[in-house]
């Protein structure tokens, strides 16, 4: 009997510990006096039963719980500095093309195909239509429009046979970046709120700045070296969202816009150091991000740990 009540504690875990605390014994008396004389493991319906039960609660308490821990907060301001970002990526991409129209046209001219020259044009134009919709609040309208420029960037990469990078791969996840915050957080209007008319006035300048000295022509025009593709744009975009990272909602933020960010300032260009295209893919959407955002929440909770919460709590001390 031991053993059938320490398998039954193990599935009990799946409830969140307050509960377990209040009511652990009694669901735990309920279930072994349900059991067979020679019962050794969980019946199946049983562990269906807790499994369901422990999920179930936690997803009741869910928002309460991401409201405490400031992502609620960090969801509304996702959806105004994601979509700013992926405007900025559009801009960079408009500049460009402007400033190369005269080569693009003498290419042309010999022979080369539109196409070819501007092949990435439609999935920057479908991810400037989710930035502007999105930054207008219209939450049902911005996840239809990035199931459709997932699907207009996805097409465009197979037609082409890109190399699926960091730089590819952001604005995908600023994307859904995106639509998750609107969807999950109070909206747009929260955010700019949040932000406030000079935080947004200051994040709009360095992104044009950004957007400005992210052009090869700019760069060598002044003799600027740094920056490689979207790197120097990355960067600006990273510190534009540590703007508001002083209170919790702000880091928060932070964390998840390091996903598509942190990529493109470490890892390489050259698509030739691995061979196989669905590893780069694997690497460049699922491996890299997900270990930028694990490296960006253990810097920030050992920040707020290590830190802002000593700090907090000497100010809240009595004075004597």
Not at 4 to 26: C, K, N, V
Request: glycine fraction near 10%; charged fraction near 15%; hydrophobic fraction near 55%.
């Amino acid at each position: 009997m031991r053993a059938l009540e320490d398998r039954y504690r193990r599935w009990l875990r799946w409830y969140p510990a307050e509960h377990r605390r209040a009511h652990e014994d009694e669901m735990l008396g309920v279930l072994l006096a349900a059991a067979g004389p020679n019962q050794t493991r969980p019946a199946v319906r049983d562990v269906v039963d807790l499994v369901r039960g422990g999920l179930g609660i936690r997803i009741r308490r869910a928002p309460g719980a991401l409201a405490r821990g400031g992502w609620r907060e960090a969801a509304a301001l996702l959806g105004v500095i994601a979509p700013l970002l992926l405007l900025a990526g559009t801009a960079r991409y408009a500049v460009r093309a402007i400033l190369s129209l005269p080569d693009a046209a003498d290419a042309a001219a010999r022979g080369s195909s539109w196409w070819i020259i501007y092949h990435s044009a439609p999935s920057h134009l479908a991810w400037g239509i989710v930035a502007v919709v999105a930054l207008c609040g219209a939450t049902r309208v911005t996840s239809a429009a990035v199931l459709a420029a997932v699907a207009v960037n996805v097409a465009v990469l197979a037609a082409n046979d890109d190399y699926v990078g960091a730089g590819a791969a952001a604005p995908l996840m600023l994307g859904l970046i995106t639509a998750g915050a609107l969807l999950a957080g109070p909206g747009a209007a929260r955010g700019r709120r949040l932000l406030g008319r000079r935080a947004l006035v200051g994040i709009a300048v360095l992104l044009a700045v950004g957007v400005f000295f992210e052009t090869a022509m700019v760069r060598h025009a002044l003799g600027v070296t740094w920056g490689v593709g979207l790197l120097g744009l990355a960067s600006v975009a990273l510190l534009t969202a540590a703007w508001p990272a002083r209170d919790a909602a702000g880091r928060r933020a932070l964390i998840a816009l390091a996903v598509p960010l942190l990529p493109i300032m470490t890892m390489p260009y050259d698509a030739g150091y691995v061979a196989d295209p669905l590893v780069r893919c694997l690497i460049a959407l699922v491996a890299v991000p997900a270990v930028s955002g694990l490296a960006a929440l253990i810097a920030v909770t050992a920040l707020e740990l290590v830190v802002i919460r000593p700090v907090t709590a000497r100010r809240r001390e009595p004075t004597r």
